[in-house]
């Protein structure tokens, strides 16, 4: 099977419009999380989330184009604009050129929006725009225009393991032969009534409003549900051969991958899922040394108490160090995984581990080290990012630096 590399990332998230910008202020412990402003959330029990407040979607699109696109799939743009340019493609094969997409929801402020119009105005009101821009694998189809990639076009559509999945996809294209270069993009963007209001009823969220700062605490004894994010992250797979031949930058080895269903609950999370997930991934990396886990990590009570278990079943008590972003990026659902994808490449290239901020008061379940609030120096040769997701979906991936 042949080898697959990442030679471009791009990122998008609350705390910066770029990779660099981002990843930055991830490192030095930032949040991106705040008092929702893009719509009224008086009457809301939860009035916090990691929104993204200066973006400009003119940036990257026409003026008439803008209000084709749901938001998802303009971040999921700006995020793969930046991967392609940072892969430096002089010319390429477009048929062998695929676009592996992800996003948890879709388009589902489109759908608030035109659900409004459709009760207050009548059916001759909706958008004749309203489904393209809501369905989830228009993101890939309109990358692929842009970008002029008439390779397989593939669409992960998985919960918060969305984009881990599009990761393992796209790899699995180029390992067969099916294509020599895939973009994959994970984006999410339901910071909307419906999606506060619905992630707010299942008790999911975290109502901490007063301490909007505080509120995304992974792992920490007092955390009391996730923080909504949006963004966008996309890398660019690459086969090993073709990358050395036009001497292409390359960041990292897909060295191995797990995917697992937990077969359990609709929401609630078991051990096994993502024990095994983590296990296949190990296995095909045969024998890598995990230096950094990157972890799901979501804030919530039951998520961190059950990854660490099964970190600590993988690992036993030669566990590396483990951190989750989402309290600096809030979590981004069905992007979440190519966020953290493209944070935990750059943390290998810079040798920093990005820190688990609001950890404050040790849970005797999450015992595990978390880098907590500040980031640490270390040789990281090799990197593991967890995904799991609602309905009992996991995704794992690993990235080795080349020898």
Request: proline share 4%; with cysteine; aromatic share 6%.
């Amino acid at each position: 099977m042949k080898r697959v590399v990442v030679t471009g990332i791009g990122m998008i998230n609350a705390l910066g419009l770029d990779k660099e910008s981002s990843f930055k202020a991830i490192c030095e412990g930032k949040t991106g999380v705040k008092e929702i402003t893009s719509f009224d959330v008086s009457e809301f029990p939860v009035k916090i989330a990691a929104e993204i407040t200066d973006f400009d979607p003119n940036s990257i699109l026409d003026g008439k184009e803008v209000k084709k696109v749901d938001r998802f799939i303009q971040l999921g743009i700006k995020a793969s604009n930046e991967a392609m340019a940072d892969a430096n493609f002089k010319e390429f094969d477009a048929h062998k050129f695929g676009v592996s997409s992800a996003a948890g929801i879709g388009g589902l402020p489109n759908i608030e929006k035109n659900s409004i119009t459709y009760f207050e105005k009548g059916v001759k009101r909706i958008s004749p725009f309203f489904i393209p821009s809501a369905l989830v694998n228009m993101l890939g189809g309109i990358v692929s225009i842009n970008h002029g990639l008439k390779g397989p076009n593939l669409s992960s559509v998985t919960a918060c393991a969305a984009s881990t999945h599009a990761i393992s996809q796209a790899a699995k294209c180029i390992m067969i032969g099916q294509a020599t270069n895939m973009l994959v993009i994970g984006a999410e963007s339901t910071i909307c009534g419906v999606g506060i209001g619905g992630f707010a009823a299942m008790k999911a969220l975290s109502t901490r409003n007063d301490e909007p700062s505080k509120a995304s605490r992974p792992f920490d004894a007092y955390r009391d549900g996730f923080v909504m994010g949006e963004g966008a992250g996309a890398l660019v797979l690459e086969e090993y051969e073709s990358a050395v031949a036009r001497g292409a930058k390359i960041y990292a080895e897909v060295v191995g991958f797990g995917e697992s269903g937990d077969a359990h609950h609709i929401t609630s999370p078991t051990l096994e899922g993502p024990l095994s997930a983590m296990k296949q991934a190990l296995d095909m990396a045969k024998g890598v040394k995990i230096d950094y886990v990157n972890a799901h990590g979501t804030s919530t009570p039951v998520n961190d108490k059950n990854e660490t278990a099964a970190l600590k079943a993988v690992f036993g008590d030669k566990c590396p160090p483990v951190s989750s972003t989402k309290g600096q990026t809030g979590h981004c659902l069905g992007g979440a995984g190519a966020i953290e994808a493209v944070i935990s490449i750059m943390a290998m290239r810079d040798g920093i581990i990005p820190p688990t901020i609001n950890y404050e008061t040790p849970d005797p379940e999450c015992d595990l080290d978390y880098v907590p609030n500040k980031a640490r120096k270390a040789d990281i040769k090799a990197v593991m990012s967890n995904s799991f997701g609602f309905g009992g979906t996991n995704g794992v991936v690993i990235f080795k630096k080349l020898d």
